[in-house]
């Protein structure tokens, strides 16, 4: 799914690293961030080309996770 969000000359443009790698990825602050029941007002995301080798839409962060409170029930499947 796109989110329409490009990226503009104010844009912070940081170097990350994970298990897969290092990508360059820009940062926004966009309004309002909702998965399921969980809403943050004004938080800052990370957007990225994403090339994994497979169909990804998008990596839920642990500090969206913490923010909000949310419990991973990995038996389930779902987050509380």
Known sequence: MAIGLQFESQ???RRISGVGG???VFTKHVDCLVLGCFELIDFEIEIGTMDYGFAIDGIIGINFLRQV???I???KLEID
Request: hydrophobic content about 50%; glycine content about 8%; aromatic content about 8%.
């Open 11 to 13: 844009d912070v443009v």
């Open 22 to 24: 290092s990508e360059f």
């Open 69 to 71: 409170g949310a419990c």
């Open 73 to 75: 029930d990995l038996a």
